[in-house]
């Protein structure tokens, strides 16, 4: 069974861009939940999607935002880029409430 | 909020010794994860612990999960340099499962 696949891998920004990541769960996955992770703050849950509906929704500004489509796969889309934003961003997915299985992660440098 | 606490966060121990890393959480949770990671690497899932006296154990290391104290630890037996690498514990709770709190992670440098 394939794993979870995020696109890109890396990534170069520009302050006051904006940037959309991807996310492909594991097949038969309908929850998929985003993380920042940062050396300062470690691993931050972003938002958390079932059947292309938020579920939940971590503390994070309104520039951060992420969608489901009916296939499960997720985006996640941040505007206005600012260099704290600079992160490895980590999808995750699973079945209903249950183990969650990360992707390699988006490795996201803001200059 | 669900405040996860590991200690210690850092780790240096010779190769062939025993330790352990101490995961505490805030309130009530019905399941317990540790993760592995390496550096510039995703997350590798260890272990689940899903109740309370719950034990896992895969090669040197093992899995415990305590509900009544909320505290789960992750003890290595006999460390190899293979081990080095960030240990994270995390909990979810009720119906925000999909949501996890992650602990600061153990960086564990093992040595000959």
């Known amino acids: 069974k394939a794993g979870v696949t995020q696109t890109p891998r890396y990534l170069i920004k520009t302050r006051g861009q904006q940037v959309t990541l991807s996310c492909s769960p594991i097949s038969g996955h309908r929850s998929v939940s985003w993380y920042q992770q940062t050396p300062g703050q470690g691993l931050q849950f972003l938002f958390e999607y079932f059947s292309e509906t938020q579920r939940n929704k971590g503390n994070f500004p309104g520039r951060f935002s992420g969608r489901q489509f009916s296939n499960s796969r997720s985006e996640m889309n941040v505007s206005t880029l600012e260099l704290g934003d600079s992160a490895l961003y980590l999808c995750?997915?699973?079945?209903?409430?249950?183990?969650?299985?990360f992707g390699p992660g988006t490795r996201l440098t803001v200059t | 909020e669900l405040k996860v606490e590991q200690n210690p966060l850092f780790l240096s121990m010779q190769e062939g010794k025993n330790y352990t890393i101490y995961c505490n959480y805030s309130t009530t949770s019905d399941r317990l994860y540790w993760y592995r990671q390496d550096p510039g690497k995703s997350l590798e899932s260890l272990f689940v612990?899903?109740?309370?006296?719950a034990v896992k154990q895969e090669g040197r290391l093992m899995a415990s999960l305590d509900t009544k104290a909320r505290l789960s630890t992750l003890h290595i037996t006999a460390a190899v340099h293979d081990l080095s690498a960030t240990y994270f514990c995390a909990t979810g709770r009720g119906s925000t499962l999909g949501r996890l709190y992650f602990g600061r992670g153990t960086q564990l440098t093992v040595w000959p």
């Open positions: 995750a997915s699973s079945l209903h409430m249950g183990e969650q299985y």
């Open positions: 612990l899903l109740s309370n006296g």
